[in-house]
């Protein structure tokens, strides 16, 4: 069983799917108590990090996320919300895996990012299992968390930027998974097997 945390984003159900087509059991929850009833479970997210941060605060998901002891994925804002702050509308996150999110320097690249770049990986970890470096996922994105000792696998858009990040029982994936093909698939394997 997975539980993914209602964010109030687009992007829940296509993660539910990708889950249900690996033969998952997934619940979209939207009480914080019921999380601690789950093995797994996502903070998926799409849009500003300030209107996604009020939503977790005015529904109490703080603590609950906080205190979670069991593998927890965040997925693109969901990633950017396990950070400690981010420049989108200066706002103060969960501060789970330590970093800070920078806007995108594109120099002449248009913005938003979207589309498919290369993993480079920088170190060992049980969600990596059979990825390799060079293999592609997909991004929509304008703010990106800063490669620190976290930084599991990076990409670049003009810039080097963390693609997944991770600490303790937390990781995030910058990219969408979901929507990264036979790549997105290995990954979300990986993480139902963690």
């Known amino acids: 069983m997975i539980a ?56 109490d998901w703080q603590d609950a996320i906080r205190n979670y002891k069991k593998p927890l994925l965040g997925i693109c804002l969901g990633m950017q919300l396990m950070c400690d702050e981010t420049e989108e509308g200066g706002v103060k996150t969960l501060a789970l895996i330590p970093g800070k999110l920078n806007a995108l320097k594109s120099e002449c690249l248009t913005l938003p990012h979207m589309g498919w770049n290369n993993l480079d990986l920088k170190s060992d970890h049980p969600i990596l299992a059979g990825i390799n470096g060079n293999d592609q996922v997909y991004y929509v994105h304008s703010f990106a968390h800063v490669p620190n000792q976290y930084t599991l696998a990076s990409s670049n858009y003009s810039t080097e930027f963390s693609a997944i990040i991770a600490k303790d029982n937390f990781i995030g994936m910058q990219f969408h998974p979901e929507k990264s093909a036979r790549v997105g698939e290995r990954l979300l394997k990986n993480f139902l097997a963690l």
């Open 4 to 59: 993914i945390i209602n964010t109030g984003c687009a992007n829940i159900n296509s993660v539910r799917f990708a889950f249900e087509r690996l033969g998952a059991q997934v619940e979209i929850i939207t009480e914080p108590e019921k999380l601690n009833d789950f093995p797994r479970a996502v903070l998926p997210g799409v849009g500003h990090a300030s209107v996604a941060m009020k939503r977790l605060i005015d529904n």
